[in-house]
Structures are given as C-alpha cells and as structure tokens.
C-alpha cells in the first residue's frame, strides 16, 4: 500500500474510531421509533450521477458512481423509491416500493450496467462489538466470476466463499489488525488479484465492495473500494492491488512482421520487432492473460495464463520458431551489484543451437553448459571490458563471436543468445544485450 494511501486510511479510521468511542447509542446510528434510515451506495459503472427520490421527494441528489450517500431517516413502511439522472424526472432508472421496517437501517445498492440497473437491498447491522472489527462483501462487478477471498494466498483461509454477482455477505466480527486478502475464482487456488495490504480497526464497520468490470477495452476497470459504515456511512477508501513487473522481449526469429502485447486483453505493447523489448511496466500480480498477436491482427500467436507474485520482476521472452513458438520466463533478482561488479546472465534462445558454453576469448569459462531455452542467474562480474564467444560444449569450437562487451559499475545485464545458426540477415544467430536496470 502506498504511504499517502497508508496515511489517509488511518487518519479516515482513526477519526471514526475516536467519534465511535465518544457517541452514545444514538450517535452510532439508533434511529428513532416510526422511521428506518436509508443510503444509497451507486455501482451501477456506467450510469450518470443520480438522485433518489423517497415518495415523489429527492432526498438524495446528485450521487455519482462509486459513492455512498449519507443515511437520511426516511418513515418506516412501503416507501417508493425512484432514481432517475441528476436533475431529471425521467428516465426512471429504478422504480421499487421497498418495506422498511421501524428503527432499522439499510443500504441501497445500485448495481450493473444502466441497461440492466437493479437494487441490492440489505439490512445494516450497525451494532459495535466490543473489541471487534465488523466487515462484510459486496459482488457488484456484472462480468467477474463468483469469487473467493482469502488470506494471504489462494491457499489460505477463506473469508468469503463462492460469492457470485449482487451476492451480500453478513457481516462477520474480526480481530483488528493487518490483513492481506487475495481473490480466486470460487473453488480455486489460483490467485486472481492480490489486495495491498489493509489495517482494520476495532468498533469499526466495513462494506467492502468489488466493482467495475474485468473488461480492460472500457473507462471502468475492476476496484475494491472500501465504504466506512460508522457514522453518516458515506467515508471510503479504495484499496490498491499489488502488482508486478514485468519485460517482454521478442525473441522469436522467424516472425518478422512484429508482434502486439495483450495482458487481459488490453493493449501493453504494439508492433514489437525481434530482438526487441517492451522495457518493465506494472502488471495486477495474480493469474493473468497474456496474448501475444500479430500486429495489428487479432490472430494470436501465443495465449498463456502466467501467475505473477507481488512486486517480483519478470522477463518474458517470445521463443522459438513461429510454428512452434512459446514463453520462456524468468524471475529477474534487480538487487544492486556490490561496489566494482555487475551482474550478468546469460539466456540460450537459438533453437537449432546446440548446448553451449560463454568464454572469453582466451578460453576461459564464463558460463557453461547451456541448452536451448536455458539461462543462468545474474551472476557478479568485475565491471570492465570482456572479449566473450559462445562456444559449442567441448568448449573448443566457437559458434559465435560476441566480441567486446563493456559491463559497468553497478549495472545489471541480460545477454541472449538469438536468432538461428541456418539463418541468414537479420534471422542470422547473434546475441543482444539487455540492460535491466
């Protein structure tokens, strides 16, 4: 979690927990004998900002999407409730008679696209528990699947099972303290997202709502937002996921037209050349899509479904011929090299290159051993300048001459052996040099 993020949410808790401690009965949200208090929380992701009228009444106007109106007392019994757009009459987006019943206190959910907007209605159990954190789940995401929360990793206790679209849990009482939650599909292993992590705060209450939509092409991506239920009910933070780094390299010899990059079918990298690379940018840790197509196309070359883990670096490299091309991808360890070193590694992406060693010139062994689709770990070397071959695994016969490569101080390198040893022009075996940091 970041640190304005950090500070934000603990001031927004700290402040609820303070006034939650000082209010007697009614200042915690005791409603009065013949009336119900009422809000409405607005996921409906591509509606415009609304009012809601109670009996032909505004009494809550102008709420955008992603917010939660304050509690407003309204009188207990069969109450219509319409909400049309801010300042409009019509169209009437909602029109519901619901029962609320005396002294009781309920959120309005306004869920799914306009086209199919609908009200989730559930009663609010503001009571405090001493000692306790009160949070419940909220599924307003229209094309996510049912769901799974969990502690710290997808094999980790279950907090919220199987937990489909407009799907309420009750509130469950927990401990205060710091929580790291993952969701899975329902019945899954397979970490979807990882949650940064989040610090609960006892006598506090918490509807925790996913909603957006997994379609990464729209204006609306998947969020968890967090509403703050103490009080007038309308404070809420969002909460961050953790994400990845990851580099995509085009180490594919016979696609020579060039590829695009798709991770959950949203656009990362366009017209991407062999030998080539897309530099490291943040992906959502957890499973994800990635599709590699020709440019330009939506003909996929390459679909694999990786799982990333938090705030680890990635290199993942397009290998082999077209026909049968595939990832190679590897965990990049970006520590700094100590004082007068650089770190170095070596990836063997020629296909119809035999297992090789890198030496110097002067035949001493630098790596050694190294079969298609293998690569050695960063490994230190004294910064300076190196004749280097790749040799063939007697280590008598050079293959291919990379001649002098400067490594500097404190810089960090991945040297990748490509193209094909029957190859011609730009499809002729070489090595490229990445630097990672």
């Known amino acids: 979690m970041s640190k304005k993020t950090q500070i934000f949410l603990s001031l927004l808790l700290g402040g609820l927990l303070v006034f939650a401690i000082g209010c007697d009965d009614d200042d915690k949200g005791t409603t009065p004998v013949g009336q119900a208090n009422i809000r409405v929380i607005h996921t409906s992701y591509d509606a415009p900002n609304v009012d809601v009228s109670v009996d032909g009444t505004v009494a809550i106007s102008g709420l955008g999407y992603g917010e939660a109106s304050p509690y407003a007392a309204v009188d207990a019994g069969i109450r219509n409730i319409v909400v049309t757009p801010t300042g409009q009459v019509a169209p ?3 029109n519901a008679d619901l029962t609320f019943d005396d002294t009781k206190e309920y959120t309005i959910f306004a869920v799914d696209a306009l086209a199919s907007i609908s009200a989730v209605v559930e009663e609010d159990d503001r009571t405090l528990v001493s000692d ?16 799974d929360i969990k ?16 799907s309420i849990t009750s509130y469950a009482s927990v ?34 709502v996913a ?8 204006s609306y991506p998947f969020a968890v937002r967090i509403f703050v239920d103490n009080n007038t009910g309308d404070a809420f933070v969002d909460l961050p996921f953790e994400t990845s780094n990851v580099m995509v390299v085009h180490a594919s010899p016979d696609e020579v037209n060039g590829v695009d990059l798709l991770v959950d079918n949203a656009i990362v990298g366009t017209a991407l050349t062999f030998t080539n690379n897309t530099g490291y940018f943040p992906v959502l840790s957890g499973q994800r899509n990635v599709k590699i197509n020709a440019t330009g196309t939506s003909t996929t070359v390459l679909e694999e479904n990786p799982i990333l883990d938090v705030d680890v670096n990635y290199t993942v490299f397009a290998a082999n011929v077209v026909a049968s091309i595939e990832t190679v991808v590897l965990t990049d360890d970006l520590s700094a ?3 007068g070193k650089a770190h170095v590694r070596f990836v063997h992406l020629s296909p119809d290159a035999p297992t090789v060693d890198i030496t110097t010139d002067a035949g001493a062994t630098v790596f050694d051993n190294i079969a298609f689709k ?9 910064a300076g300048t ?6 063939d695994e007697s280590g008598t016969t050079t293959v291919l001459a990379l001649g002098d490569i400067t490594f500097t101080n404190g810089k960090i390198y991945t040297v990748f052996a490509r193209g094909l040893v029957s190859g011609v022009g730009n499809q002729a075996l070489g090595a490229t040099i990445i630097e990672n940091n």
């Open 211 to 218: 909603h957006g939509t997994l379609d990464a092409t729209d």
């Open 337 to 339: 090299p100590a004082s």
């Open 175 to 208: 401990d205060a303290g710091s929580y790291s939650f993952v969701v899975t599909a329902a019945g899954s292993t397979n970490e979807l997202l990882f949650l940064e992590p989040v610090s609960v705060i006892d006598n506090t209450l918490y509807t925790v």
């Open 151 to 166: 502690l710290n990793s997808g094999d980790g206790a279950t907090v919220f099972g199987n937990r489909a679209f407009e």
């Open 374 to 382: 293998g690569s050695t770990a960063f490994t230190p070397l004294d």
């Open 386 to 391: 190196y004749s280097l071959e790749v040799r």
């Open 132 to 147: 306790k954190a009160k949070i419940r789940f909220l599924h307003a995401s229209p094309d996510a699947p049912a769901v």
């Open 92 to 94: 009437e987006v909602i």
